[in-house]
């Protein structure tokens, strides 16, 4: 069954269009998606986020809302799927956004299924040849996802959370203990 079929695909807003400055006093104040903000293990780096103003209130087609999935439209194409957490967030045009139709699919489930290693390879070979390859939403389209029961959509995304989980907290002992490592290190230089 091709994405099309169960979802609706559109890019993200284009900055210039709606941007203004922040002493502009009719500005609207947004916190917006970044490229870094997208982990490339899949989840959303909200330390990555930007501010973005705008001269006008945006509508909600450009904004997250739970059970989107935003993907990455250069490379690496990073697909999240996002959370109630994260709603209200401006999606810029270097994204799409994928929002599914029917019940038949798990949004967690599309965006794993996108960022798996078959999709990745397609995404690739589809990636327009410039100075940045990037796909386009036609792709996104097109891409074919096998229909899974709804069961076992959950378990493979309970599965990943965990794992996701697990990366993410050995990401921060790591930070953690680097930054003891430096500490430890000053301290014996200052001292020594």
């Given at each position: ?22 002493k502009d006093k009719d500005a609207h104040k947004y ?36 059970g989107d999935i935003i993907i990455r439209l250069t ?57 940045i390859p990037l796909i386009k939403t036609k792709h ?53």
């Amino acid at each position: 069954m091709k994405l099309i079929y169960i979802s609706e695909v559109q890019t993200g807003l284009v900055l210039v269009r709606k941007r203004a400055y922040a002493k502009d006093k009719d500005a609207h104040k947004y916190t917006m998606l970044t490229l870094k903000s997208f982990d490339p293990k899949g989840w959303l780096n909200e330390s990555e986020l930007d501010v973005f103003f705008s001269k006008e209130k945006l509508e909600n087609k450009y904004l997250t809302n739970k059970g989107d999935i935003i993907i990455r439209l250069t490379n690496p194409y990073t697909a999240i799927c996002i959370n109630d957490k994260q709603e209200g967030l401006v999606i810029p045009s270097n994204f799409a956004i994928i929002r599914l139709k029917g019940q038949k699919f798990i949004p967690e489930f599309v965006a794993l299924f996108l960022n798996s290693e078959i999709i990745e390879k397609k995404f690739f070979k589809s990636s327009i040849s410039t100075t940045i390859p990037l796909i386009k939403t036609k792709h996104l389209r097109d891409i074919d996802i096998s229909e899974k029961p709804l069961a076992l959509q959950k378990k493979i995304v309970e599965l990943n959370q965990l794992q996701v989980k697990e990366k993410m907290l050995l990401s921060r002992l790591m930070k953690e203990k680097e930054k003891l490592a430096k500490a430890s290190i000053n301290k014996i230089i200052i001292e020594g």
